[in-house]
């Protein structure tokens, strides 16, 4: 996507892109505290350094009307998916070698009162990906959608993490 491209990306809209990654940020940091794993934690932080990619790619468009295009698609799509699959790596890793128990941590996500959480924060998901892939990236409404949606399963998920 190329700046001239882009109608109506604000500051506004870049710092609405910051409230998910924050938010993740609250949930490792959450999880760090019951999971000690470096690898996990690894890949949490280059999640995060994708999302503050993506959110400053954002801040220089709307301030600087510069497309710094290495900020958003490269880094973005290399750190987050990155991210998850060591974070994935080391849960299946841990639950392997007995140091997680995978059935206790679906048993507290699914119980009550986590999964009242757990569960608008997953279709939360669903729904912003389903919206990602059927409309159009460029324009500034369809962010909008996209980064409310993000940060509502978010804060649905740290929400989850916090009562459990």
Same mark, same amino acid.
């Given at each position: ?7 109506? +990306? #604000?500051? /506004? ?15 490792l940091s959450c999880i *760090? #505290? ?6 996990f934690l690894s890949g949490?932080?280059? #999640?995060?350094? &994708? /999302? #503050? ?21 490269p880094l973005f799509i290399?750190?987050?998916?990155? /991210? +998850?699959?060591? *974070? ?9 070698? /007995? ?52 940060? +509502? ?6 929400? &989850?993490?916090?009562?459990?």
């Open positions: 996507m190329k700046s001239n491209e882009v109608q109506g +990306f #604000t500051l /506004g809209l870049a710092l609405a892109d910051a409230i998910p990654v924050v938010l993740f940020a609250l949930i *760090m #505290t019951r999971f000690h794993n470096n690898v949490g932080i280059l #999640t995060i350094v &994708g /999302g #503050t990619c993506k959110v400053l790619w954002k801040i220089l468009l709307a301030c600087r009307k510069k497309d710094y295009h290495f900020l958003n698609r290399v750190l987050m998916p990155s /991210g +998850f699959l060591l *974070m994935l790596l080391a849960l299946v890793i841990a639950c392997l070698e /007995g140091e997680a128990n995978l059935l206790g941590v679906l048993r507290a996500c699914l119980g009550f009162p986590s999964v009242l959480f757990f569960i608008p924060g997953i279709l939360g998901l669903v729904a912003m990906t389903i919206y990602v892939k059927c409309h159009d990236k460029s324009d500034a409404k369809n962010n909008w959608i996209e980064q409310l949606t993000n940060s +509502f399963a978010q804060l649905m998920f740290l929400l &989850g993490i916090l009562v459990m």
